[in-house]
C-alpha cells in the first residue's frame, strides 16, 4: 500500500522503514532538510539498532524514499503522522503546535478520500480537534478522516518493536469504516496474532499516555523503596527481586537508581496531568506529581552522594560520569539523568569527564561546556570519582582491577545498580548504590 510518514524523528524513520520492510510504498516527509537529506542517503541520523540496515534495503529496492514536499506525501491516501509533541514551554501540558503544523500543510494538498492515522503521544481530545481543523481545510470533494494508533515502540528495540508490536491500538471515530483499511496495513502482524484493539478515539490517546504513566510510576515506586532500604540499611536489588517473582508485579522495570528520562516518559506524565486538570480530574492524578517528584529527586541524591564521597566539596574534583544517554543503546540525551547530573555535578566545580559510546555528539551540543573523552579509557584517566550514570554494556564489562590502575582514586558510585559490588569491593573499591547500604 501506498502511504507517507510525517515527521521522520526517531518513531517516524522507524515507522516508515519497517513499513517498507514489510512491503508498502513509503515516503518520510519532514521539515528537517539535512534529515531528510541523511535519510535518503541511507545515513540514519541517530543510534538505532537495525535500523540502518532495513532503510538502505528498502531504499535501494525502491519501497522507501524521503521529501521535504508535502507535494510528496499527497500522493498516498494514508499518512501516520509521527511530529514530536514536546512539553510546552513554561507549562506542563504538551506543545501540539507541530501536529497542527502537519494538518495545516498536508489537508490542503489532498485529493479523493484519505486517512491519517496519528501516531505521535497526543493528549486525549486532540484526534477529535484535528479533526475538525481537517474538514475546514479539506478541498471541495476531498474526504480526510483522522485516527489514532498510538505507538509503544522502545528506543534501541525500534525495529523489532515495529515489526512485532505486542499490541496495536486503533482509535476510531464513531461510524467509520476505516478498520479494513488498518488491518490491510498491519496484515503480516495480524497473521502473527499480535492483539488488534479498536476502541473510540480518546480510549486510543489514553491508552499511551495510561502506559507510559504505569511505567513511571513503578520506575518511582522502586526508587521511593529505595530510600527507605537506605535509610534502614535493607537491599533494594534484592528486594526487587523478591518482589518481581511475583507475576502480578513482575521484575521489569524494577531498577532502583538514577530513575528515568528520554522523550517521552517525562514529558508524557506532565502532559497526562495538565490535560486531566483541564478536563476537571486533576485529582485522579495528583500522584504523578509524586511519580515525578522522586524521579526526580534521585538526581539530587548521586550528585549529594558524589559531594559526600568528594569529602563535602567537589571543587576542583576530577569526576568521570559513565553515560550521557538517557538509557544504554540509545545517543538520546532529551531530559537525560546522566547528563544532568554530569551538568550538576559541572556547576560544583567539579572537573567532569563524560564519555558514553553513542550520545557523545548530541551531549555536546545539550552541554557544550563538559569535556566529553574520546575512550572509556580515556575518561577514566586520573579520575578521583566514577559515575556509572547509564547502564551500557561497556560499562557493566569494566573490570575493576583494569579500571584501577587507570583512575586516580578508587571511588565510584553505580547509580544503575548494575555492577557486582562484591567483585569491586574486592579490587579495592569503594563502591556506592542508591537503595542498598554498601
Ligand atoms: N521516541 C520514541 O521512542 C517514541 C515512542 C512512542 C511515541 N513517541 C511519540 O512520537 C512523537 C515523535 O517522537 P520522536 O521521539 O520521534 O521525536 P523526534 O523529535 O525524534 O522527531 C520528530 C520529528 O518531527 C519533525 N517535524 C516537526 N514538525 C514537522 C512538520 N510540521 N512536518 C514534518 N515534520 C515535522 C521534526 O523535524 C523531527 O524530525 C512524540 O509524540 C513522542 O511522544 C515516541
Not at 50 to 69: A, K, Q, V
Amino acid at each position: 500500500m501506498r502511504m507517507s510518514v510525517i515527521g521522520t524523528g526517531y518513531l517516524g524513520a522507524t515507522h516508515a522503514a519497517c513499513m517498507a520492510e514489510l512491503g508498502h510504498e513509503v515516503v518520510g516527509v519532514d521539515v528537517d532538510e539535512s534529515k531528510i537529506a541523511a535519510l535518503q542517503s541511507g545515513d540514519v541520523p541517530f543510534f538505532e539498532p537495525g535500523l540502518p540496515e532495513i532503510t538502505r534495503r528498502n531504499l535501494d529496492n525502491g519501497r522507501l524514499r524521503f521529501s521535504t514536499d508535502y507535494a510528496d506525501a499527497a500522493e498516498a491516501k494514508v499518512h501516520f503522522l509521527g511530529v514530536g509533541t514536546p512539553q510546552q514551554r513554561g507549562a506542563y501540558a504538551a506543545d501540539l503546535t507541530y501536529v497542527r503544523a502537519v494538518i495545516k500543510d498536508l489537508v490542503p494538498r489532498l485529493t479523493g478520500d484519505n486517512l491519517i492515522l496519528g501516531k505521535s503521544t497526543v493528549p486525549v481530545g486532540t484526534a477529535a480537534e484535528l479533526q475538525v481543523l481537517a474538514d475546514e481545510l479539506a478541498p471541495e470533494g476531498t474526504t480526510v478522516e483522522i485516527a489514532w494508533n498510538p505507538e509503544f515502540l522502545r528506543e534501541s528495540h525500534g525495529v523489532e518493536d515495529t515489526i512485532h508490536p505486542d499490541r496495536i491500538v486503533l482509535g476510531l471515530r464513531e461510524g467509520s469504516t476505516q478498520e479494513p483499511l488498518v488491518r490491510e496495513i498491519y496484515a503480516s502482524q495480524l497473521a502473527e496474532d499480535i492483539p488488534f484493539l479498536v476502541t473510540d478515539l480518546q480510549t486510543a490517546e489514553l491508552v499511551k499516555v495510561s502506559a507510559n504513566a504505569f511505567l513511571a510510576t513503578k520506575i518511582s515506586f522502586i526508587n521511593a523503596v529505595a530510600e527507605v532500604c537506605e535509610a534502614a540499611g535493607a537491599d533494594v536489588v534484592k528486594l526487587a527481586e523478591a518482589i518481581g517473582y511475583d507475576d502480578r508485579i513482575g521484575r521489569k522495570f524494577l531498577g532502583a537508581g538514577l530513575g528515568f528520562g528520554g522523550g517521552c516518559l517525562p514529558k508524557d506524565i506532565r502532559a497526562f496531568m495538565a490535560r486531566a486538570g483541564e478536563l476537571g480530574a486533576d485529582q485522579a492524578l495528583s500522584f504523578l506529581r509524586e511519580v515525578d517528584g522522586v524521579n526526580m529527586r534521585q538526581r539530587d541524591r548521586v550528585v549529594q552522594l558524589a559531594k559526600q564521597l568528594s569529602g563535602g566539596s567537589l571543587l576542583g574534583k576530577r569526576v568521570t560520569v559513565l553515560g550521557a544517554a538517557f538509557k544504554a543503546n540509545s545517543d538520546d540525551v532529551r531530559d537525560s539523568p546522566a547528563l544532568n547530573v554530569a551538568g550538576q555535578l559541572s556547576l560544583a566545580g567539579a572537573a567532569v569527564s563524560v564519555y558514553d559510546p553513542e550520545a557523545m555528539a548530541n551531549a555536546a551540543k545539550v552541554f557544550p561546556t563538559l569535556t566529553y573523552a574520546q575512550s572509556l579509557r580515556e575518561s577514566l584517566e586520573g579520575a578521583e570519582l566514577v559515575l556509572l550514570a547509564t547502564e551500557w554494556q561497556e560499562f557493566r564489562d569494566m573490570d575493576p582491577q583494569e579500571i584501577a590502575q587507570v583512575v586516580d582514586q578508587r571511588i565510584i558510585i553505580d547509580a544503575r545498580n548494575v555492577l557486582d559490588p562484591a567483585a569491586w569491593a574486592a579490587e579495592g573499591w569503594q563502591i556506592k548504590a542508591l537503595g542498598r547500604s554498601l
